[in-house]
């Protein structure tokens, strides 16, 4: 049993047994960056085009519409251009806007000034701190100069760190050498980003984020008829002596090759290493073997003092040992959900069905409620089970969650639990959703604002004026025990993945919502009898409608 169990036992217990340092306090002024910051490399501006509208969100879920088995409406997959990947990255790690709106969080006093201001964008993070660092590995069938390219995302721009076609590199860590894809988006986590404000927690938090971005990317793509399909287990150590980041700073989360349309291009090219390395050579750096590539280039941080914390360094540690230990198809078949148990009868909810919002407008119009919540108006049946029906659809799409078979369901991994306060028609209790039913099953009778309010740390929601509150659980230990340590970030990720579906499909029903990591979890663990089974409540998802006519400014970028 790897240390992977022990740090998800902390993180249950946290609420009760604090993790170290227990008094741990920001330093805000000495705050790093939200995005890495590149002295003096070049870089170009995306495009902003006029793209497809897409599919709407429901057909985007495979449950409200959507196919199960390819993207878009059955035809083969479209391929990425570049105003594609511009509007994906736009639409889900861009600034969008800017927010001011008065509600109940902490940051409030803050926001007005510019340095502190709250940018709007598609998708959710913890904290709002937005530490995954995307970088475009581009080989010879895309439009720009083969090379390494950092997203800066404030300005929508890609950052040249390396000039050259290194795509063999990654196909090789992600051990599929020879000829293959030659465009891929590698997913960063520099640590410190998050760390500085939540210390030994913030692996937790962050591994969340890369399913939160993740989960749109899916979301999008198929919209517009693409795929995105995540490699979580690789050669992470020489991703990151590609990228030139100190491994131990920054860990590579996930690659994701794409699909690119060569039209008018010389297509993918073979791999230097079958003999004929196309396009200029790579760059190389000191201290690496002869030959190896490398970006030169370093971020610069902001931070005067970086903090090291021996529980995320410990953490790292244990997720990347076996990184490149593919599970093999039907792996996690012993960690999937168990069904739930319930004596009561169960509450059958309209079929799921969501408005004819795109995905992009949903992304457009999300963001987090903070305590504006009014249980004067009910959340209905049918804007719940269209919620609940589209959570049960996250995943990442890893290979690991690939099923035993092809053509066949792969396990689902999460089940969630609805504290309902006011739904209409629906009485106040604890349930358990069933998605092949589309019901609820009674669990716990009466209504749950008391505990709800009890075991929440924070002053930013009264969780009972919220029509209802969603946990998403998951086994964890089963996971770990199927896949290894690194499967804790393919569990977090899968959470991060619900949570932004979540919002997503929120935000389309014209709802308010909310997501909190700050909960007692042994407490709830507690109250739906969750030990029988190994589930882990990770966080928690606030549903409801809002006051009517609320102060708010809203400064639209794009």
């Not at 047994?17 to 805000?28: G, L, N, S």
């Not at 230990?325 to 999937?336: E, F, I, K, S």
Request: proline content about 10%.
């Amino acid at each position: 049993m790897g240390y992977a169990h022990e740090y998800a036992d902390a993180i249950m217990h946290r609420g009760r047994i604090p993790m170290e340092p227990a008094d741990f306090v920001p330093d805000w002024a000495d705050r790093p960056r939200k995005a890495k910051f590149y002295p003096g490399v070049e870089s170009f501006p995306l495009p902003d085009p006029e793209l497809p509208a897409g599919a709407t969100l429901a057909a985007s879920f495979r449950r409200l519409g959507g196919a199960r088995t390819a993207p878009g409406t059955g035809r083969h997959p479209r391929a990425f251009t570049l105003d594609a990947l511009s509007g994906m990255l736009r639409d889900s790690y861009g600034l969008t806007g800017r927010r001011l709106g008065v509600q109940t969080n902490t940051d409030l006093a803050a926001l007005p000034h510019y340095t502190q201001a709250n940018w709007s964008r598609g998708t959710a993070s913890g904290g709002g701190l937005y530490p995954v660092s995307v970088y475009w590995v581009a080989g010879p069938s895309g439009p720009r100069t083969p090379g390494i390219h950092y997203y800066s995302a404030p300005h929508h721009a890609m950052q040249r760190l390396l000039t050259g076609d290194v795509t063999g590199e990654v196909r090789a860590a992600l051990g599929r050498p020879g000829p293959g894809p030659d465009q891929f988006l590698v997913l960063g986590i520099k640590y410190w980003q998050n760390a500085f404000k939540y210390n030994s927690f913030s692996f937790h938090a962050v591994t969340m984020d890369l399913g939160a971005i993740l989960a749109t990317w899916r979301l999008w793509a198929r919209a517009q008829g693409l795929t995105v399909e995540p490699a979580l287990w690789f050669d992470e150590v020489r991703l990151s002596r590609l990228l030139g980041v100190d491994h131990e700073e920054e860990g590579v989360f996930a690659v994701v090759p794409l699909t690119w349309d060569t039209a008018g291009t010389a297509g993918p090219a073979p791999d230097p290493a079958s003999g004929s390395a196309p396009g200029p050579a790579p760059e190389a750096s000191g201290g690496e073997p002869a030959g190896t590539p490398s970006v030169r280039h370093t971020d610069h941080e902001r931070s005067r003092t970086v903090l090291d914390f021996a529980t995320l360094r410990r953490i790292h540690h244990a997720t990347t040992e076996g990184a490149t230990d593919r599970p093999a198809p039907g792996a996690l078949a012993p960690a999937a959900a168990v069904p739930p148990r319930s004596t009561g009868t169960p509450v059958p909810l309209p079929a799921p069905e969501l408005p004819s919002a795109t995905v992009r407008e949903a992304l457009r119009e999300r963001r987090s409620s903070f305590g504006r919540f009014d249980a004067r108006r009910p959340v209905t049946p049918a804007q719940l089970g269209a919620t609940l029906a589209a959570c049960a659809e996250a995943c990442l799409g890893s290979e690991a969650e690939q099923p035993a078979e092809p053509g066949t369901e792969a396990p689902r991994l999460v089940t969630q639990y609805a504290f309902v306060n006011h739904v209409e028609g629906v009485a106040p209790g604890a349930y358990a959703y069933d998605p092949d039913a589309h019901a609820l099953l009674p669990v716990v009778p009466g209504a749950p604002g008391p505990f709800l309010q009890r075991n929440y740390f924070l002053s930013n929601y009264n969780l009972e004026q919220a029509g209802v509150v969603i946990v998403p659980t998951i086994r964890t230990t089963a996971v770990l025990d199927a896949v290894g340590d690194r499967g804790y970030r393919l569990v977090n990720g899968v959470i991060g993945a619900v949570a932004q579906t979540f919002y997503t499909a929120a935000t389309a029903l014209g709802l308010g919502a909310g997501v909190a990591l700050g909960f007692d979890n042994i407490s709830y663990i507690e109250e739906l009898d969750l030990e029988r089974t190994g589930e882990k409540p990770l966080l928690i998802m606030l549903l409801g409608n809002e006051r009517p006519a609320p102060a708010d400014f809203r400064y639209e970028i794009v």
